[in-house]
């Protein structure tokens, strides 16, 4: 080869791997993060025991109740653990136990653990202040929200079986307990799932997305009509049945979907909507949250804001419509 073909050769040799070398950084920083659930085992039961205890902390005494007297609902509120903040304002407004009758509700945080020393003595410290803290052997994120659930399950039915309800619900979300009651005597009936009903929802195949649904583990085309996670009442009757449906049925990350969809169409149990739940943020009008039983995106300062409007200012509310206290209405969409 001549010298200027060689040059030249080398050149171009040259250019290629200077491109390669631009483009590998490029093309890796378009790839989604790998998804722990991904790699996990997807049988529950290599997570939860029923035979073991392993709650970090747990209140046992909540539930007590004399014996002519059974527990209305049991409250539980899926709290991450750096949401001290949120906790402290729903124990400070609709949470409060000085607010609502303690015979008919009791309220809990569910959290799991953190694997930072001193966030773990913070929620020591939280719990020996208010007693309403249960903490399992998890770690803390939010693709482990199905396990949260699943063990919220398990403790309840284990503590709370004089409790006729139990309300799942979301650190984020204000909570209307008289109306949650009313409505709770005007549906009072077995296998019963309550709140915010979804149906038709597609899988997201995006794996940029914190719902993304790999083929792998759900492979129908539409998910099961379910209930939004951010607040859903089980009858007494179903936390067994739906706990131990969730033993047999491999793992899905999404929670609402799997024990409100999956494991409750695996029990011929159908959802109900109630247009008191919304799973949305509502317009911050006192006159609408007297009305409904949820409001979901709520912050700890709209819930003081809302509180203190709800409880202090007397104002003359119009006859709020029906079809003005949610937005969307899957009444349609029962199948």
């Given at each position: ?30 790839r989604p993060p790998m ?84 966030s773990q003595a913070s ?42 309800f139990l309300l799942k ?167």
């Amino acid at each position: 080869m001549s010298r200027p073909k060689h040059r030249v050769w080398m050149l171009g040799l040259g250019f290629l791997v200077f491109c390669t070398m631009l483009y590998f950084p490029i093309l890796f920083s378009f790839r989604p993060p790998m998804v722990e659930w991904l790699t996990m085992k997807r049988d529950l039961r290599y997570y939860v025991s029923e035979l073991n205890d392993t709650a970090i902390i747990s209140p046992i005494e909540t539930c007590l109740a004399s014996p002519d007297n059974e527990l209305l609902i049991i409250v539980v509120v899926c709290s991450s653990i750096e949401n001290m903040a949120a906790r402290v304002a729903i124990r400070a407004t609709w949470g409060s136990p000085a607010t609502y009758n303690q015979s008919q509700f009791r309220l809990i945080f569910f959290l799991g653990r953190s694997e930072n020393d001193s966030s773990q003595a913070s929620i020591f410290r939280e719990s020996e202040e208010y007693g309403d803290i249960v903490q399992e052997d998890f770690i803390d994120t939010y693709n482990n929200l199905t396990l949260k659930s699943v063990m919220m399950l398990l403790w309840v039915g284990r503590h709370c079986q004089r409790a006729r309800f139990l309300l799942k619900t979301d650190d984020d979300t204000f909570v209307h307990l008289e109306a949650l009651r009313t409505a709770l005597k005007q549906r009072d009936q077995p296998n019963l799932l309550l709140g915010s009903l979804i149906c038709g929802a597609i899988p997201i195949k995006d794996r940029k997305s914190k719902w993304y649904s790999p083929s792998s583990m759900y492979r129908e085309n539409v998910y099961p009509n379910y209930l939004s996670g951010t607040a859903y009442v089980v009858s007494r009757d179903l936390i067994r049945p739906l706990f131990k449906t969730a033993l047999e049925t491999p793992f899905f990350h999404l929670e609402d979907i799997f024990i409100t969809g999956i494991c409750a169409r695996k029990n011929r149990i159908r959802p109900q909507d109630h247009i008191g739940f919304s799973y949305q943020r509502r317009r911050m009008d006192p006159c609408l949250f007297r009305r409904v039983i949820t409001s979901h995106r709520m912050n700890p300062n709209d819930m003081r804001r809302m509180w203190y409007q709800m409880h202090h200012e007397e104002g003359i509310c119009n006859v709020t419509r029906k079809m003005r206290l949610r937005n969307y209405n899957p009444q349609r969409c029962f199948v």
